[in-house]
Structure formats: structure tokens, C-alpha cells
């Protein structure tokens, strides 16, 4: 199993133009995550699915959207980037206990540099 | 005040030392508690879920205070290789779950 994988690794974008983040996963779970980490501010969740078809919006989601349109993928895009998204993101899927939410496993990382 | 407070650090301790971290949350309700390690670039990692009756795992132990809104994570016999960043994770269901990073702990451990 090659886990939670994530496609680019690396991305150097000029602002206002727009990409999107590939994240995809292969062990059939139900909970995605998109976060941003960024120095001395810890991971913080920009969007997540609870299952296929279904996103929400997580601590800070404005400047990007997300789709989940097959279990095992869940996009993030950027349509206009800005240099205050210049981050490190990751991709996380995990599963859930009912009222509980369970481990969740992260992908590498992209970052992404917006000059 | 933020939702997960950690110390930022960093702890600079020699081999075979005992540290201890802390992890203070907010949020009463908060139901899921987890500790996840983070190498330098790399993706955080799944340390240890911590329980209210408290958890051990090897020279690790995780402990929950839910009175004073605290977890904590015990390293005993510290290694070279436990250097890392130590991020507390605090989840909790209010119709949908929320999951709060902390800012992480750096942990530095010299020969």
C-alpha cells in the first residue's frame, strides 16, 4: 500500500495564477483533510470530507476549494493564488468510531512558493 | 486565548534524560486526544492516542487530565533519534469534527 500520496511535491506559482493539489489515498478511507502548515502556527485544517461527494470548510478555507468526486482523491485548488499562501500542505485521510474521530495519516507534503 | 497550547520550545536534553511535554486545550467537550511526531520536513506521524486512564507505549506515556484540560507526553531514556517535533492533536464533535493542531514542541536530544 502506498498510503496517502500527494502530486506535486514542489510548485513555484506567480500570483494570481491558479493549480490544484492531488491527494490521493488507498486504504478505503472515509475522512479526508487538506491542512497548511506554516512556521510557528502549527497545521491548520482548511477543508475536509467526511465521505465521497461530501466537503466542509475547516478553520481557513477562503482562497481555496476542494472536491472529493471519487473516494480515493480529494483536490485542493487554488484559483488566484496569493503570497500569503505560500505553505507547506498536507493531505490527511483517517477513519471514524461513530462519535469518535480516529488516527489520521498524512501524505509528504507539497509546497508551494507564490511570488 | 488559542483552542491547543503547547510549549514551543526547545527542550535541548543530553541522552538517557526523562522530559516531559504538556498541552493545554480549551474546549471542555474535546473527546479525541492524540500525540504525533514531525521530523524536520517531513509529514506528522501517529506517536500515540492518549486515554483518560493514561497510556504507555515502550519509553513513552501519554497522560489526560481532563479536570485542569491537559495531556502529556513522558519520554523516558531519551535517543538521538526521539529529536523531533512533538505536536498534540485535540478533536472534538460539535455536529462535525473539529481537530486542532498544536504549534508543536521541539525536542533536541545531544550525545
Known amino acids: 500500500n502506498a498510503g496517502v500520496t500527494q502530486t506535486p511535491k514542489f510548485r513555484v506559482l506567480k500570483t494570481g495564477q491558479s493549480m490544484t493539489l492531488l491527494c490521493a489515498q488507498d486504504?478505503?478511507?472515509?475522512?479526508m483533510y487538506w491542512y497548511r502548515q506554516d512556521p510557528g502556527m502549527g497545521l491548520r485544517l482548511i477543508h475536509y470530507s467526511v465521505g465521497e461527494g461530501t466537503t466542509a470548510k475547516g478553520e481557513v478555507p477562503d482562497g481555496y476549494n476542494v472536491s472529493r468526486l471519487k473516494k480515493q482523491n480529494f483536490l485542493l485548488g487554488l484559483e488566484s493564488a496569493a503570497p500569503s499562501q505560500t505553505s507547506v500542505y498536507f493531505c490527511?485521510?483517517?477513519?471514524?468510531?461513530?462519535?469518535?474521530?480516529?488516527?489520521?495519516?498524512f501524505g509528504p507534503g507539497t509546497r508551494l512558493l507564490v511570488l | 486565548r488559542k483552542e491547543v497550547e503547547q510549549d514551543p520550545g526547545p527542550f535541548n536534553v543530553p541522552e538517557g534524560a526523562t522530559v516531559a511535554f504538556n498541552c493545554t486545550y480549551s474546549?471542555?467537550?474535546?473527546?479525541?486526544f492524540f500525540w504525533y511526531r514531525q521530523d524536520c520536513r517531513k509529514e506528522p506521524k501517529l506517536l500515540m492516542s492518549?486515554?483518560?486512564s493514561g497510556n504507555e507505549d515502550g519509553r513513552f506515556t501519554a497522560q489526560l487530565n481532563r479536570a485542569s484540560q491537559y495531556i502529556s507526553l513522558l519520554i523516558r531514556d531519551s535517543k538521538l533519534s526521539d529529536s523531533a517535533t512533538y505536536l498534540c492533536v485535540v478533536i472534538w464533535n460539535t455536529g462535525g469534527f473539529k481537530t486542532i493542531f498544536g504549534a508543536g514542541t521541539r525536542l533536541f536530544v545531544k550525545a
Open positions: 490527511a485521510s483517517g477513519t471514524s468510531s461513530g462519535r469518535y474521530a480516529e488516527t489520521q495519516y
Open positions: 492518549v486515554y483518560s
Open positions: 486504504m478505503n478511507h472515509e475522512y
Open positions: 474546549n471542555s467537550a474535546s473527546q479525541s
